[in-house]
């Protein structure tokens, strides 16, 4: 007896990325239903290799969740890793993307572990080149794993460009990560510990400035970050037709406001904008959050210690991410070894694609050729 489920669903059509920009690329994106999404990864990845294993996750939601990645290539310690780690959940519900935190390694950073996308071209690309996607039924999104920082650093356009513009694009959202995170804490430093290494026209300039600001300048630089903080968390919850404009009123607003009352100074406005602008060059969001966090603990620092303070904290940043892995892989790939070897990680300048013959060291997959 053959018993098939012949009944449909409603579910929303496919349509262009909402989050992800596509410059040269397939337009179709994740939706909410299983079945769909993976017949958008069949449809882009076609071997019969692509193995998807199914799971039931969650007492009361009954959450179906995929397991893919292409047999033969994928390292299978890693496959039987991430299908471990789904069995052992024991929850009610598996609802609104929370499996990210349930799968995650370590829950005592701010940095994201898991690489997510709506793109169904760019999951393909992680399967291929030996990582295991992941998919939730209802969820318009799939996962990636390992994540490591130099994933998050690199757009899903980086291989569609020139390979130069591409390696200077990265090396900009290097420094702009430099600048971000460091910036604000630099500029405490500087101004309120050592005023000698400003030049001096510069020094004069900014005294002239602070001259009628009754607070110290940790307080002036903590109380723009909050406050831009504030303003980008009114223009996310915000509805869209109006979000962008209370964000842009907001800003202009009480950066004028704030400047002509004498509460701020001029350069600490112009200071947390740029690093406010240059967070907003990294291509995940959740790796721009955790920088945040950081530089609110960079600036304490240097406004209690200076230089050295905020040198302390940078180290401290460091070891923090010395010590985290993503599904046995170091975060910090490629700029450290994996399990005690020198094994060699996708460099910061992006090579041209006909001389990339093999994949990533760190996964260790069963064939590390790519092309001939």
Known sequence: VLSLNVGTEEKRSISAPENETVLKGARDAFVESLRTNTSLVRRHLKAPELKIKE????????TLVDVLYVEGI??????????????????DALLAGNIEEYLADQTRTPFPLLQHT???DRLCGGLAE???????DGLPLGYLVPGVIGDFLRAPQDKSTNWMVASMLTMLRYACLLVTLVLPALYVAMVTFHQEMIPTRLAMSIIAAKRDVPFITLFEVL???IAFEILQ??????PQAIGQTVSIIGGLVVGTAAVEAKIISPAVLIVVAIAGIAGYTMPSQELAGALRLWRFALAVLAGFGGLFGAVLGLAGLVCHLAGVESFGVSYLTPFASNRGGEKEGRAVLRQPLPKTKLRPAVLNTKN???QG
């Open 55 to 62: 799971q039931v996750v969650g007492r009361q939601s009954l």
């Open 74 to 91: 994928t390292d299978p310690a890693l496959v039987s890793r991430v299908e471990a780690q789904l069995a052992e959940l024991d929850i």
């Open 118 to 120: 709506e793109r169904p």
């Open 130 to 136: 030996g990582r295991v996607g992941i998919l939730v």
């Open 223 to 225: 109380i723009l970050l």
């Open 233 to 238: 968390e009114a223009g996310l919850r915000l």
């Open 368 to 370: 590390r050729r790519n």
